[in-house]
Structure formats: C-alpha cells, structure tokens
C-alpha cells in the first residue's frame, strides 16, 4: 500500500553530532539502501526508493564530497547496482534559509549524478527558512533565520528556482510551528 519510502533522514550528518540520526558508514548505508531497495520492490514493483534526505552543507562545510557521491563510488564497485538503478529511484534534498539555495544545491546533486551517467528525480521535502519574528514561537533574531515577511519571500522565490532546475517536488518544512 506504501508506494515511497525515503531511506534514512540525513545520513550526511556526522555521528555524535547535533541534529545526528546515523551512526552508521557509508558501506552500511549502502547495504541499507540496497537491501530496502530489493525489499519494497519484491512485494511492491511499484515502490520507489528515495535516497535519505540529505543536507548539503554538512559536507561541503567539512571539505568533502557530497554524501551521495560517497554512496555512488561505494556503489559502482557493486556489479549489480547499476542495473538495478544504484538502487534508488529520487535524491532528496534538505534546503534551508536561503532561496537561491534551491537552485544551487539541486544542480550540484544533478551534477554528481550526470558524472555516473544516472537521470533521477530530485524532491526538496523539506524546505524553510525559520521566522524570528513568529508571535507563536519567537526566537532570537540572526543566524540563518528571517522575518515572516522574508519567510514567505523565501517560499516564493525558492518554489520558482527549484521549478526552474527540475526539482520534481518540494515542500515546506515546518509549513505552521
């Protein structure tokens, strides 16, 4: 009954890190997303599988290749992930703050698959950028957070640079606090 199953929430996160939901290397990542892979398609031909929402920054603040292009190297030495689709159907990104952003980052990602050859889907599914000023939930000002008038700019213009890119589908994370 379940068509979409994202594998993993931001596994590009450094364990022991704040915001950290993976401890886990790239190899079992890999494994994970092969074996879900393998799993959801033998009871479901139509399941698709969406490689675990990933940050961006949390590599190229540290120096490194995009966590996908991590798990691509590990999976080109696999002699059955490519004709399995390296076992995934969509990349999806976690964007946040600022609206140029949601052009940038998904043609980073387009460009690490066009390196492999590989044509996939990429969906934002969680996109924002957090109000300072929100009479429900205020917070400090600064940081990478904005007005409510600059958040819905950014809903905005973000939803336009991610259509003009072919991002497939975005939403906004968290749409009410």
Do not use: C
């Amino acid at each position: 009954k379940i068509d979409y199953w994202i594998i993993w929430n931001e596994p590009d996160i450094d364990a022991g890190t704040s915001w950290s939901t993976w401890a886990g290397s790239e190899e079992e990542y890999y494994q994970l997303l092969k074996a879900a892979y393998l799993a959801a398609k033998s009871v479901n031909p139509k399941a698709r599988i969406v490689f675990g929402g990933t940050t961006f920054w949390a590599d190229t603040t540290n120096g490194r290749k995009l966590y996908l292009e991590r798990i691509l190297e590990r999976a080109a030495l696999d002699p059955s992930s490519k004709a399995n689709g390296y076992y995934f159907d969509i990349v999806d990104l976690h964007i946040y703050s600022r609206s140029w952003d949601m052009y940038d980052i998904p043609m980073s990602y387009k460009e690490v698959l066009d390196r492999y050859g590989i044509r996939k889907p990429l969906w934002i599914t969680e996109a924002n950028v957090v109000p300072w000023d929100d009479p429900v939930a205020p917070m400090p000002p600064g940081g990478y957070r904005a007005t409510l008038e600059e958040q819905a700019s950014f809903v905005i213009q973000g939803l336009a640079l991610a259509l003009a890119v072919g991002v497939e589908r975005v939403s906004i994370y968290k749409l009410v606090d």
